[in-house]
């Protein structure tokens, strides 16, 4: 007689690891939705963080991670601004649009190709306020 083999949940479960993969992506494409809707930068990690972060910890690390970009590039736009009399706040300015805009793609294709259990993107060289 022929076998039938019932496939195993984890398998009806991977779609919803995609959703939560494709969603944790979402802080990190706030940076270019931000360039087109004021203040989305802030507000769609913090909407994440308070809605599905509370059931999702890869979701909330990943906003967490945006936020902590966001913070880091408040706080240096703001430093280089003064810097501007001098010229090399230009130079700081435009290193920090380059690096905001590159990094936010770099971070949500990788958190979009995550798997359960991997962990959240980091962003290189920026101070983490938010832990």
């Not at 087109?36 to 802030?42: D, E």
């Not at 999702?56 to 736009?77: H, M, T």
């Not at 009399?85 to 936010?104: K, N, Q, R």
Request: glycine share 4%; hydrophobic share 55%.
């Amino acid at each position: 007689m022929a076998e039938i083999h019932v496939p195993e949940e984890p398998q009806s479960n991977s779609g919803n690891d995609e959703a939560n993969a494709s969603v944790a992506s979402l802080a990190h494409w706030s940076f270019l939705i931000g360039s087109v809707v004021p203040f989305a930068s802030l507000i769609i990690p913090l909407v994440l963080i308070n809605t599905v972060g509370k059931e999702d910890d890869f979701v909330k690390q990943n906003a967490k991670e945006a936020l902590n970009l966001l913070l880091f590039a408040v706080i240096v736009g703001i430093i280089s601004i003064p810097l501007c009399f001098v010229i090399i706040g230009f130079f700081i300015l435009i290193a920090l649009s380059l690096f905001v805009f590159i990094f936010s793609i770099i971070a949500a294709i990788q958190t979009m190709s995550a798997k359960q259990g991997d962990a959240p993107y980091k962003y290189p060289i920026i101070f983490r306020l938010i832990s």
